[in-house]
């Protein structure tokens, strides 16, 4: 959920959606960010929970996940939630993905999609293909492919910080959205 972004747009979209992330705060913010007016009389409901264990959702009950996981560790979106994935090196990262895309397997209609948005990573100076292995885990949940998206990304606040790590060298420049569906 983050700060809610989607939940925004599902809102302005006249959706009914459920949010769900580990940090509190980020309730809180989504809440914030969700009291405005507008025409639609959606329903759209906000969990404090872990994306690895949704069950409060029957089987296949949803029609769109719509997901936008950590980068492993990159940024750190809490000092220690239990269950904050963000806290976890890239291997224990993608057992808890797996499992998170295990449960978005359960919940979803037959049929219908799930988008995750990702990218890749570097670490000591070596690009981690962080969105290939985690599109890993969303196949072995047993999702097929449906679109590889890739979305350019310029002019971003970290560039100046890559662009000194890296030497001026090639950049991390893009990332993924993949759409899986059941
Ligand atoms: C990249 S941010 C999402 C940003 C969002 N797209 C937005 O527009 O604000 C990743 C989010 O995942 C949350 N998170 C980390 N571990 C989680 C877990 N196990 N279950 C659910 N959410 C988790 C973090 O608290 C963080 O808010």
Redesign the pocket.
């Known amino acids: 959920?983050?700060?809610?972004?989607?939940l925004v747009e599902a809102k302005l979209l006249n959706r009914n959606a459920i949010g769900?992330?580990?940090?509190p705060q980020?309730v809180s913010i989504s809440e914030t960010n969700l009291q405005f007016q507008c025409e639609a009389n959606s329903k759209i409901f906000t969990r404090n929970?872990?994306?690895?264990d949704l069950h409060f959702i029957n089987d296949g009950r949803i029609d769109f996940i719509c997901t936008?996981?950590?980068y492993a560790n990159i940024i750190k979106?809490?000092k220690e939630i239990k269950?904050?994935?963000?806290l976890l090196a890239v291997d224990e990262f993608l057992v808890?993905m797996k499992k998170?895309a295990e449960e978005a397997f359960r919940v979803l209609k037959k049929g219908k999609m799930c988008a995750v948005m990702i990218g890749d990573v570097r670490k000591y100076g070596k690009v981690v293909p962080l969105g290939f292995r985690m599109m890993d885990c969303f196949l072995q949940a047993g999702f097929m492919n449906k679109e590889i998206i890739i979305k350019e990304q310029h002019n971003c606040r970290s560039t100046n910080y890559w662009e000194k790590q890296n030497n001026k060298f090639l950049l991390l420049a893009h990332e993924y959205i993949f759409v899986f569906q059941k």
């Not at 929970?49 to 690895?52: I, L, Q």
């Open positions: 959920m983050g700060s809610g972004t989607a769900v992330d580990i940090n980020s929970g872990n994306a690895t936008h996981p950590p979106y809490s269950g904050d994935i963000s808890e998170a």
